[in-house]
């Protein structure tokens, strides 16, 4: 199979779909890889370091899109990406389509076969290839959040960790998963009083477990999730439906109750963001206030350290991609892993959650892989 690799185009992504040690993976498999010039040039690998690990370089996203089978990716395609992708052809990346009609359609009129990274599922129940992206987000979300408490950044002027005789920040984290967790581990680290919030028991004691005491674990009902906000410096949204939109947990009129200068950091905007007032933001300008509550809401978080951010993720995405490249359709079609992974197929849309939150019509995709 002929594998391409475009360079990223959303604002400030500096993540690369393919690693050059990826490329070496594939090619010793027997594929063909294209690589757009200058797409690693984020995380260090050079045009010369594509080649010494056999792929062929290409001076255009054009090119890639002509002539690949199989286009792998980072972000969802933007507008001038999907109106090149075409019938035959796989696309693997994340999408995030629940929240972004626009792109759905644009997916949908191509005819292209879609596979979402954040929709694939592992034997244990888990996100395998968003996980690692979680981590990267889960951490950074506590870097973001303390660096926008600073008062010339329009944050309150408080110190997560506090210092001897002035109290810590007090961190709530909507959320226990991976992002929740990551999260946590960081502001504790910084010294930070943190309280997490979710609505599995089970989670909440594996959590408290985790910690041995050092959060504060409690189960969300709407009086407890009201607390907790009201209370914060900095709430983490790390809300997640898998494929499914976000639920908005803390409504514009919560914000009233909030300390002015709070900060808000939506981890969850990909999926549409579990905050009222959430709308995305971009890397050049990752914060904005509402009704004296600064927000940072950037989408795409992990491109600011794409260096971890890419390795992380071609650690994640690599088996299944070869698995793809390797057996094409039949990969979805014997994987059921792979089947859940698979959000469009030739004008249809095969996730249940996608097609829940966007009132199109579920198809299942054993009904639409005919593999001779």
């Known amino acids: 199979m002929r594998v391409g690799c475009p360079k990223e185009i959303k604002n400030h992504e500096y993540r690369v779909g393919l690693t050059p040690g990826a490329v070496r993976e594939y090619v010793a498999h027997g594929h063909e890889v294209l690589i757009e010039s200058a797409a690693g040039a984020g995380i260090g690998a050079d045009d010369s370091a594509y080649i010494a690990a056999g792929a062929r370089i290409v001076g255009s996203a054009k090119e890639i899109f002509e002539k690949s089978d199989m286009v792998v990716k980072v972000k969802e395609p933007q507008p001038q990406e999907w109106a090149q992708l075409r019938e035959g052809q796989i696309l693997y990346t994340y999408l995030h389509l629940a929240p972004d009609p626009e792109q759905t359609n644009g997916l949908l009129a191509s005819g292209v076969t879609a596979i979402a990274y954040e929709t694939v599922t592992d034997d244990r129940g888990g996100l395998p290839l968003l996980a690692p992206m979680s981590e990267v987000a889960g951490r950074l979300a506590i870097q973001a959040g303390a660096t926008a408490l600073q008062k010339a950044n329009g944050g309150r002027g408080i110190l997560l960790g506090g210092v001897p005789g ?9 959320g226990g998963g991976v992002v929740g967790l990551h999260a946590a581990k960081m502001a504790v680290g910084l010294g930070a009083d943190v309280t997490i919030i979710d609505r599995s028991l089970p989670r909440l004691r594996q959590l408290d477990d985790i910690f041995n005491g050092r959060v504060h674990t409690r189960y969300s009902t709407i009086g407890d ?72 809401c950037v989408a795409n978080m992990p491109g600011a350290v794409p260096i971890t951010s890419a390795h992380a993720l071609n650690n994640a995405t690599l088996q299944h991609g070869l698995a793809l490249a390797d057996r094409g359709l039949r990969a979805i079609a014997e994987d059921k892993h792979l089947r859940n992974g698979l959000n469009v197929h030739k ?24 593999v001779a």
Do not use: W
Not at 166 to 171: D, E, T
Not at 352 to 363: R, W
């Open 166 to 174: 002035a109290i810590p920040a007090k961190v709530a984290i909507i």
């Open 225 to 296: 999730l009201e607390e907790e906000v009201f209370a914060a410096d900095l709430v983490i949204g790390a809300v997640l439906i898998p494929g499914a939109a976000a639920p908005k947990l803390v409504s514009r009129e919560m914000l009233s109750g909030m300390k002015k200068g709070a900060v808000i950091v939506d981890v969850a905007i990909d999926q549409g963001g579990c905050f009222e007032t959430s709308h995305a933001t971009t890397h050049s300008e990752p914060t904005y206030e509402v009704d004296g509550i600064i927000h940072y």
């Open 347 to 370: 004008g249809r849309i095969t996730n249940h959650a996608v097609a829940d939150a966007l009132g199109h019509e579920v198809h299942a995709p054993e009904n639409l892989l005919y």
